[in-house]
């Protein structure tokens, strides 16, 4: 099965900043996507990262705010820009592998 | 659409004792995955289990077993012999088999499992 990493594992950010999230695959994985999961909640999908194209998104989420690069079958990252308050979430990248679904550590991040 | 129900926000046990996580799922698709995570204190996502929905043979994985029935919608996990080490927050996921919604998972509310010693 694939391991994923995420860099950083965690961070604090001051409002109106960004935050780059990398998520680095030990093989190359056909599908990659990037979760949010909301303090208490559940994991909700932010978008597909399609290699050398845009970024798929689903409802609620929009590429100015999430934007997301996947340039080869093994690294994405996933930026959350002018952030507030309500980004203090952990946000995890996970790759498709085989029908089996990994996911990295996730990233904890907290705006101030 | 799809939707994944955990009716059961929180559990609590004492070690030993067995118990059952329940999961409800709603989808118009003839052919897809469902999934169980654990997520222990630590927050990252373990993986359990995948099952097919053509297969509907239960399975048993050490002290871990799932029930799947597609006749009710459910997918159920039992930890038999509970131990602290259990404690955690358990989600059921969903996704199509293909098409462009593949490997989109769909989560459910978790439910927050407490194994007390």
């Known amino acids: 099965s694939a391991v994923i990493s995420q860099k950083p594992s965690r961070d604090i950010c001051q409002r109106g900043t960004s935050l780059t999230i990398q998520c680095q695959v030990d093989s190359q994985v056909t599908m990659m996507f990037w979760y949010r999961q909301q303090p208490g909640q559940s994991l909700t999908l932010i978008a597909t990262?399609?290699?050398?194209?845009?970024?798929?998104?689903e409802s609620g989420f929009v590429i100015d705010k999430f934007p997301i690069s996947r340039p080869n079958l093994t690294f994405s990252t996933l930026t959350v820009s002018n952030m507030s308050p309500e980004d203090s979430s952990i946000y995890l990248c996970?790759?498709?592998?085989?029908?089996?679904?990994?996911f990295g550590p996730g990233t904890r991040l907290t705006v101030l | 659409a799809q939707k994944v129900t955990q009716a059961q926000t929180e559990i609590s046990v004492v070690e030993k004792e067995d118990v059952t996580l329940d999961c409800v799922y709603e989808t118009r698709d003839t052919t897809y995955y469902l999934f169980w995570y654990k997520q222990p204190p630590s927050g990252e996502l373990v993986f359990l289990i995948r099952r097919n929905s053509f297969d509907e043979q239960n399975e048993i994985s050490g002290r871990y077993s799932w029930n799947f029935q597609k006749s009710t919608s459910s997918f159920n996990f039992t930890i038999t012999a509970s131990q602290v080490v259990d404690s955690a927050v358990y989600f059921c996921?969903?996704?199509?088999?293909?098409?462009?919604?593949?490997?989109?998972?769909?989560f459910g509310q978790g439910t927050i499992l407490t194994v007390h010693p």
């Open positions: 990262a399609n290699q050398g194209s845009e970024a798929t998104y």
């Open positions: 996921a969903l996704t199509n088999a293909g098409g462009t919604s593949y490997g989109k998972l769909t």
């Open positions: 996970s790759g498709e592998d085989r029908n089996e679904q990994f």
